[in-house]
């Protein structure tokens, strides 16, 4: 699975801004699309994720500000982030896990980044 994710950029605070990742590649099994965050010094940390049929799960700290959502086609996973802070500057990466069908386990796929940038 390759994946490719762009919509990073400089907002001012109580701004707002739309991550994209697209998936290409053997998409099929796809159990779960999901955003990390890495702020400089602190842990890679879940934002936010979108199993297979649908359901919805968001870090306590974006509850509120960030949605994420997907494409009909289930390709492309979305983050809309809203009232930003500050604190959410950090670099934002789109996960996919996808089932492997020929051993049963779970094989993990990550996107290159996009810096999110928050000024006060």
């Known amino acids: 699975v390759q994946l490719q994710a762009s919509g990073g950029g400089l907002v001012q605070a109580g701004g707002s801004l739309r991550l994209s990742c697209a998936a290409s590649g053997n998409i099929a099994s796809i159990n779960r699309m999901a955003w990390y965050r890495q702020a400089p010094g602190k842990q890679r940390e879940l934002v936010a994720s979108i199993t297979s049929g649908g359901s919805t799960n968001l870090a306590d700290s974006v509850k509120g500000r960030f949605t994420i959502s997907r494409d009909n086609a289930k390709t492309t996973v979305y983050l809309q982030l809203n009232s930003l802070k500050p604190e959410d500057t950090a670099a934002y990466y789109c996960?996919?896990?996808?089932?492997?069908?020929?051993?049963?386990?779970?094989?993990?796929?990550w996107g290159q980044g996009t810096q999110v940038t928050v000024s006060s």
């Open positions: 996960n996919v896990v996808r089932r492997n069908v020929a051993t049963g386990t779970f094989d993990f796929f």
